[in-house]
């Protein structure tokens, strides 16, 4: 009987180290977030090609005297797409952070 006691109290300890021991565990990409990353950098790319070509039609001068009107839904969609690419960028940062952890230890 004593040694089922013991076996008995031994078991909780042991079944709360588990969860001490994955603490240490790096953070690893989901399914979801290697797939997100392997297609990331095709949506920065157009993006910034987006912003470039919105940015092109603002310096032509010809715009602003035959086009006046458009100038300003132009700027208004420069500045979603500038928005889109650093939040693009930022969420491909924080994926290669992620990668670049879990492939380490």
Partial sequence: ?????????A??????????????????LTF???TEL???VGRIDAAEQKVAELEAKLAD???YAS???????LLAELDREKQEAARLVSRWEELE?????AGKG
Avoid at 2 to 9: I, P
Avoid at 67 to 73: K, L, N
Wanted: net charge positive.
């Fill in 11 to 28: 078991r909780p300890a042991q079944a709360s180290a588990k969860p001490a021991a994955r603490a240490g565990d790096k953070p690893k």
């Fill in 1 to 9: 009987r004593a040694a089922k006691a013991q076996a008995a109290e």
């Fill in 38 to 40: 392997e297609g990331i």
């Fill in 32 to 34: 979801a977030e290697r």
């Fill in 67 to 73: 086009r006046g009107a458009d100038v300003a839904g």
């Fill in 97 to 101: 952070t992620k990668r670049e952890a």
């Fill in 61 to 63: 001068p010809t715009l």
